[in-house]
Protein backbone atom coordinates (compact mmCIF):
# COMPACT_ATOMS: atom_id res chain seq x y z
CA UNK A 1 0.00 0.00 0.00
CA UNK A 2 1.05 3.08 -0.97
CA UNK A 3 -1.57 5.97 -1.43
CA UNK A 4 -0.97 9.45 -0.09
CA UNK A 5 2.39 8.11 1.86
CA UNK A 6 0.45 5.44 3.42
CA UNK A 7 1.94 2.50 4.61
CA UNK A 8 1.96 -1.28 5.98
CA UNK A 9 4.09 -0.65 8.23
CA UNK A 10 7.28 1.73 9.15
CA UNK A 11 9.96 0.12 6.95
CA UNK A 12 7.93 1.29 4.13
CA UNK A 13 8.95 4.86 5.17
CA UNK A 14 12.94 3.96 4.42
CA UNK A 15 14.46 6.49 1.57
CA UNK A 16 12.98 8.29 -0.39
CA UNK A 17 14.63 11.40 1.30
CA UNK A 18 14.91 14.60 0.46
CA UNK A 19 17.54 16.76 -1.30
CA UNK A 20 17.68 20.47 -0.33
CA UNK A 21 19.90 22.79 -1.55
CA UNK A 22 22.02 25.19 1.17
CA UNK A 23 22.04 28.96 0.65
CA UNK A 24 24.00 30.67 3.96
CA UNK A 25 26.14 28.57 4.51
CA UNK A 26 27.59 28.71 0.90
CA UNK A 27 27.43 32.09 0.24
CA UNK A 28 31.33 32.99 -0.04
CA UNK A 29 31.10 30.20 -3.34
CA UNK A 30 29.79 30.08 -6.73
CA UNK A 31 28.83 26.33 -6.96
CA UNK A 32 25.71 25.23 -5.92
CA UNK A 33 26.05 22.73 -3.09
CA UNK A 34 22.61 20.24 -2.55
CA UNK A 35 22.46 17.74 0.33
CA UNK A 36 20.33 14.83 0.64
CA UNK A 37 19.10 14.60 3.95
CA UNK A 38 19.37 10.97 5.09
CA UNK A 39 18.43 11.59 9.11
CA UNK A 40 15.24 12.39 8.28
CA UNK A 41 14.76 7.99 7.49
CA UNK A 42 12.37 6.63 10.27
CA UNK A 43 15.20 5.58 12.61
CA UNK A 44 17.15 8.85 12.03
CA UNK A 45 20.16 7.62 9.68
CA UNK A 46 21.46 6.64 6.11
CA UNK A 47 21.74 3.10 7.51
CA UNK A 48 18.29 2.52 7.90
CA UNK A 49 18.21 1.60 4.16
CA UNK A 50 21.63 -1.10 4.05
CA UNK A 51 19.18 -2.59 7.52
CA UNK A 52 15.91 -3.11 5.51
CA UNK A 53 17.97 -4.07 2.43
CA UNK A 54 20.37 -6.88 3.30
CA UNK A 55 18.00 -8.14 5.79
CA UNK A 56 15.33 -8.50 3.07
CA UNK A 57 17.57 -9.83 0.79
CA UNK A 58 18.64 -12.38 3.16
CA UNK A 59 14.91 -13.24 3.37
CA UNK A 60 14.43 -13.73 -0.20
CA UNK A 61 17.40 -16.17 -0.49
CA UNK A 62 16.40 -18.21 2.46
CA UNK A 63 19.59 -17.30 4.19
CA UNK A 64 17.63 -16.17 7.79
CA UNK A 65 14.64 -17.33 9.46
CA UNK A 66 12.00 -15.73 11.36
CA UNK A 67 13.04 -15.75 15.09
CA UNK A 68 17.19 -16.10 14.45
CA UNK A 69 19.38 -13.75 16.31
CA UNK A 70 21.13 -10.81 14.16
CA UNK A 71 24.69 -10.07 15.07
CA UNK A 72 26.19 -6.99 13.94
CA UNK A 73 29.11 -4.42 14.95
CA UNK A 74 28.70 -0.47 14.37
CA UNK A 75 28.73 2.40 15.66
CA UNK A 76 24.93 2.99 16.39
CA UNK A 77 23.52 4.09 13.26
CA UNK A 78 23.52 0.29 11.70
CA UNK A 79 22.25 -1.22 15.07
CA UNK A 80 19.21 1.35 15.09
CA UNK A 81 18.50 0.28 11.48
CA UNK A 82 18.77 -3.69 12.16
CA UNK A 83 16.80 -2.82 15.66
CA UNK A 84 13.74 -1.39 13.84
CA UNK A 85 14.13 -4.07 10.93
CA UNK A 86 14.39 -6.87 14.36
CA UNK A 87 10.76 -5.65 15.53
CA UNK A 88 9.01 -5.76 12.46
CA UNK A 89 10.15 -8.71 11.60
CA UNK A 90 10.35 -10.88 14.39
CA UNK A 91 14.55 -10.94 14.72
CA UNK A 92 16.81 -10.84 18.09
CA UNK A 93 19.31 -8.51 18.07
CA UNK A 94 23.02 -8.08 19.20
CA UNK A 95 25.39 -5.35 18.41
CA UNK A 96 29.17 -4.96 19.26
CA UNK A 97 29.87 -1.00 19.68
CA UNK A 98 32.87 1.06 20.98
CA UNK A 99 33.46 2.75 24.62
CA UNK A 100 33.70 6.15 22.51
CA UNK A 101 29.67 5.66 21.54
CA UNK A 102 27.87 8.82 22.35
CA UNK A 103 25.33 8.48 25.18
CA UNK A 104 22.36 9.01 23.42
CA UNK A 105 23.13 5.96 20.77
CA UNK A 106 23.33 4.00 23.96
CA UNK A 107 20.34 5.17 25.40
CA UNK A 108 17.95 4.53 21.90
CA UNK A 109 19.39 1.32 21.40
CA UNK A 110 18.49 0.19 24.72
CA UNK A 111 15.01 1.71 24.47
CA UNK A 112 15.23 -0.50 21.30
CA UNK A 113 15.37 -3.76 23.36
CA UNK A 114 19.13 -4.64 21.74
CA UNK A 115 21.79 -6.75 23.45
CA UNK A 116 25.13 -4.08 23.25
CA UNK A 117 28.64 -5.61 23.67
CA UNK A 118 31.17 -2.94 24.25
CA UNK A 119 34.84 -2.48 23.36
CA UNK A 120 37.69 -0.96 24.22
CA UNK A 121 38.05 1.28 21.64
CA UNK A 122 42.01 1.87 22.88
CA UNK A 123 43.01 -1.93 21.97
CA UNK A 124 45.21 -1.86 19.02
CA UNK A 125 43.55 -3.44 15.59
CA UNK A 126 45.68 -6.79 15.53
CA UNK A 127 43.95 -7.33 19.34
CA UNK A 128 41.88 -10.09 19.30
CA UNK A 129 39.09 -8.27 21.16
CA UNK A 130 39.29 -5.36 19.11
CA UNK A 131 36.41 -3.76 17.29
CA UNK A 132 36.90 -5.34 13.90
CA UNK A 133 38.42 -8.51 15.50
CA UNK A 134 35.72 -9.59 18.07
CA UNK A 135 32.61 -9.91 16.29
CA UNK A 136 33.40 -13.19 14.06
CA UNK A 137 34.52 -14.47 17.38
CA UNK A 138 31.61 -14.04 18.66
CA UNK A 139 29.21 -14.82 15.50
CA UNK A 140 31.67 -18.36 15.54
CA UNK A 141 30.84 -18.90 18.99
CA UNK A 142 27.07 -17.95 18.48
CA UNK A 143 25.58 -20.70 16.40
CA UNK A 144 22.56 -20.22 14.44
CA UNK A 145 23.06 -16.66 14.40
CA UNK A 146 23.19 -14.03 10.96
CA UNK A 147 25.80 -11.85 10.65
CA UNK A 148 25.26 -9.12 7.88
CA UNK A 149 28.71 -7.94 8.15
CA UNK A 150 28.09 -4.39 6.89
CA UNK A 151 32.21 -4.33 6.53
CA UNK A 152 32.77 -6.46 4.00
CA UNK A 153 28.74 -7.79 2.70
CA UNK A 154 29.00 -5.89 -0.38
CA UNK A 155 25.35 -5.84 -0.13
CA UNK A 156 25.89 -3.35 1.20
CA UNK A 157 27.15 -0.69 -1.78
CA UNK A 158 24.47 -2.86 -3.64
CA UNK A 159 21.79 -1.15 -1.36
CA UNK A 160 23.09 2.38 -2.40
CA UNK A 161 23.67 1.77 -6.29
CA UNK A 162 19.96 0.62 -6.18
CA UNK A 163 18.19 3.05 -3.75
CA UNK A 164 20.43 6.16 -3.05
CA UNK A 165 22.04 6.85 -6.09
CA UNK A 166 18.98 6.51 -8.47
CA UNK A 167 17.49 8.74 -5.74
CA UNK A 168 20.27 11.45 -6.52
CA UNK A 169 20.72 10.87 -9.93
CA UNK A 170 16.36 11.42 -10.88
CA UNK A 171 16.61 14.31 -8.09
CA UNK A 172 19.40 16.34 -9.52
CA UNK A 173 17.51 15.80 -13.51
CA UNK A 174 21.25 14.12 -14.27
CA UNK A 175 23.30 17.42 -13.52
CA UNK A 176 25.72 16.58 -11.47
CA UNK A 177 29.71 17.32 -11.17
CA UNK A 178 31.17 16.16 -8.03
CA UNK A 179 29.99 13.74 -5.42
CA UNK A 180 31.37 14.10 -2.09
CA UNK A 181 30.34 12.19 1.28
CA UNK A 182 32.41 10.73 4.31
CA UNK A 183 33.88 7.29 4.21
CA UNK A 184 33.01 4.80 6.81
CA UNK A 185 32.13 1.22 5.73
CA UNK A 186 32.31 2.22 2.11
CA UNK A 187 28.88 1.16 0.98
CA UNK A 188 27.13 4.65 0.90
CA UNK A 189 29.50 6.23 -1.16
CA UNK A 190 30.94 3.64 -3.24
CA UNK A 191 27.44 2.19 -3.94
CA UNK A 192 26.04 5.80 -5.26
CA UNK A 193 29.43 6.59 -6.53
CA UNK A 194 29.01 3.65 -9.17
CA UNK A 195 25.54 4.21 -10.24
CA UNK A 196 26.43 7.73 -10.80
CA UNK A 197 29.49 7.20 -13.05
CA UNK A 198 27.57 4.56 -15.32
CA UNK A 199 24.98 7.52 -15.74
CA UNK A 200 27.90 9.84 -16.33
CA UNK A 201 31.64 8.97 -16.24
CA UNK A 202 32.34 12.82 -15.98
CA UNK A 203 31.00 13.14 -12.34
CA UNK A 204 33.84 13.08 -9.95
CA UNK A 205 33.52 11.69 -6.63
CA UNK A 206 35.32 12.71 -3.14
CA UNK A 207 35.61 10.67 -0.43
CA UNK A 208 36.13 12.63 3.41
CA UNK A 209 38.34 10.38 5.58
CA UNK A 210 38.80 11.30 9.62
CA UNK A 211 42.75 12.08 11.17
CA UNK A 212 43.65 9.05 12.40
CA UNK A 213 41.60 6.74 9.80
CA UNK A 214 43.80 4.67 7.10
CA UNK A 215 41.96 5.25 4.04
CA UNK A 216 43.82 8.63 3.28
CA UNK A 217 47.31 7.22 3.13
CA UNK A 218 46.58 4.07 1.47
CA UNK A 219 44.39 5.61 -1.23
CA UNK A 220 47.34 8.41 -1.79
CA UNK A 221 50.38 6.04 -1.10
CA UNK A 222 49.23 2.34 -1.17
CA UNK A 223 50.44 1.89 2.34
CA UNK A 224 48.88 0.67 5.69
CA UNK A 225 49.70 3.29 8.19
CA UNK A 226 48.84 2.52 12.15
CA UNK A 227 45.46 3.99 12.90
CA UNK A 228 45.11 6.54 15.82
CA UNK A 229 42.03 7.40 17.88
CA UNK A 230 39.51 9.99 16.64
CA UNK A 231 36.21 10.83 17.74
CA UNK A 232 33.98 11.24 14.75
CA UNK A 233 31.89 8.64 14.46
CA UNK A 234 30.31 6.32 11.40
CA UNK A 235 33.66 7.50 8.90
CA UNK A 236 36.97 5.64 9.24
CA UNK A 237 38.32 2.58 10.07
CA UNK A 238 41.60 0.86 11.38
CA UNK A 239 41.51 -1.63 8.90
CA UNK A 240 40.89 -1.91 5.21
CA UNK A 241 37.58 -3.33 5.19
CA UNK A 242 35.85 -4.76 1.32
CA UNK A 243 32.84 -2.52 1.36
CA UNK A 244 35.87 0.08 0.20
CA UNK A 245 35.76 -0.10 -3.79
CA UNK A 246 38.19 2.80 -4.06
CA UNK A 247 38.11 2.30 -8.03
CA UNK A 248 34.95 4.50 -7.67
CA UNK A 249 36.84 7.37 -5.92
CA UNK A 250 38.48 10.21 -7.57
CA UNK A 251 40.10 12.51 -4.58
CA UNK A 252 39.74 11.96 -1.06
CA UNK A 253 40.17 14.48 1.96
CA UNK A 254 41.45 14.04 5.37
CA UNK A 255 39.45 16.12 8.02
CA UNK A 256 40.42 16.24 11.80
CA UNK A 257 37.33 16.07 14.67
CA UNK A 258 37.40 19.54 15.66
CA UNK A 259 37.30 21.28 12.12
CA UNK A 260 33.70 18.23 11.61
CA UNK A 261 32.34 19.37 14.66
CA UNK A 262 32.75 23.60 13.78
CA UNK A 263 31.11 22.68 10.45
CA UNK A 264 28.01 20.56 11.82
CA UNK A 265 27.65 23.44 14.30
CA UNK A 266 27.44 26.21 11.31
CA UNK A 267 25.24 23.91 9.77
CA UNK A 268 22.96 24.62 12.97
CA UNK A 269 23.29 28.34 13.49
CA UNK A 270 23.81 29.15 9.73
CA UNK A 271 21.36 26.86 7.95
CA UNK A 272 19.04 25.31 10.18
CA UNK A 273 20.10 21.49 9.42
CA UNK A 274 20.24 19.62 12.80
CA UNK A 275 22.39 17.30 11.71
CA UNK A 276 25.25 14.72 13.30
CA UNK A 277 29.75 14.99 13.16
CA UNK A 278 29.60 13.37 9.94
CA UNK A 279 27.44 16.17 8.38
CA UNK A 280 29.64 18.42 9.31
CA UNK A 281 32.91 16.90 7.46
CA UNK A 282 30.46 16.22 4.49
CA UNK A 283 29.88 20.23 4.60
CA UNK A 284 33.14 21.19 4.71
CA UNK A 285 34.68 18.85 2.43
CA UNK A 286 31.99 20.26 -0.26
CA UNK A 287 33.28 23.94 0.57
CA UNK A 288 36.59 22.90 0.18
CA UNK A 289 35.80 21.74 -3.18
CA UNK A 290 33.89 24.48 -4.14
CA UNK A 291 36.31 26.96 -3.14
CA UNK A 292 39.06 24.92 -5.22
CA UNK A 293 36.87 25.09 -8.57
CA UNK A 294 37.53 27.85 -11.03
CA UNK A 295 33.86 27.80 -12.46
CA UNK A 296 30.99 27.36 -10.74
CA UNK A 297 29.76 23.07 -10.42
CA UNK A 298 26.76 21.54 -8.82
CA UNK A 299 27.82 19.71 -5.97
CA UNK A 300 25.70 17.03 -4.31
CA UNK A 301 26.61 15.46 -0.41
CA UNK A 302 24.59 13.58 2.18
CA UNK A 303 24.16 14.39 5.63
CA UNK A 304 24.20 10.76 7.37
CA UNK A 305 22.52 11.31 10.94
CA UNK A 306 20.93 13.74 13.54
CA UNK A 307 22.56 16.25 16.04
CA UNK A 308 20.39 14.17 18.30
CA UNK A 309 22.50 11.18 18.37
CA UNK A 310 25.23 14.13 19.29
CA UNK A 311 23.45 16.63 22.56
CA UNK A 312 25.56 15.16 25.04
CA UNK A 313 28.85 15.60 22.71
CA UNK A 314 29.34 17.67 19.56
CA UNK A 315 26.47 20.33 21.11
CA UNK A 316 27.94 20.23 24.73
CA UNK A 317 30.03 23.43 25.15
CA UNK A 318 31.25 21.77 28.07
CA UNK A 319 32.54 18.77 26.57
CA UNK A 320 33.49 20.45 23.20
CA UNK A 321 35.83 22.55 25.73
CA UNK A 322 37.40 19.88 27.30
CA UNK A 323 38.49 18.37 24.13
CA UNK A 324 40.08 21.67 23.15
CA UNK A 325 37.72 22.23 19.94
CA UNK A 326 36.27 25.28 22.01
Same mark, same amino acid.
Given at each position: ????????????????????????????????? %??? #??? #???????????????? @??? =?? =????? @? *????????? *???????????????????????????? @?????? =?? #????????????????? /??? &??????????????? %????? &? /?? =???????????????????????? +??????????????????????? &??????????????????? +??????????????? *????????????????????????? %??????????????????? *??????????????????????????????? #????? /? /???????? %??
Amino acid at each position: MNKENVYNNILGTVGNTPLVRLNKITKDVESEI %FSK #LEF #LNPMGSVKDRIAKYVI @EKA =EK =EGRIK @E *GQLIIENSS *GNTAMGLALVAIQKGYKLKVIVRDRISK @EKIDQL =EA #LGVEIHMVDSSLPPESP /NSY &NNITPSIVEKTPGCY %FPDQH &N /NR =ENNETHYETTGPEIWKQMHGKIDY +FIAGIGTGGTICGVAKYLKEQDP &NIKVIAIDPVGSIFYDYFY +FKKKVKPAPYLIEGL *GDEFLIKCVDFSVIDDMFRVSDKTS %FLYTRKLVSQEGILAGGSS *GAAIWGALRLAKSLKKSARIVTIFPDSASRY #LSTIF /N /NEWMKKKG %FL
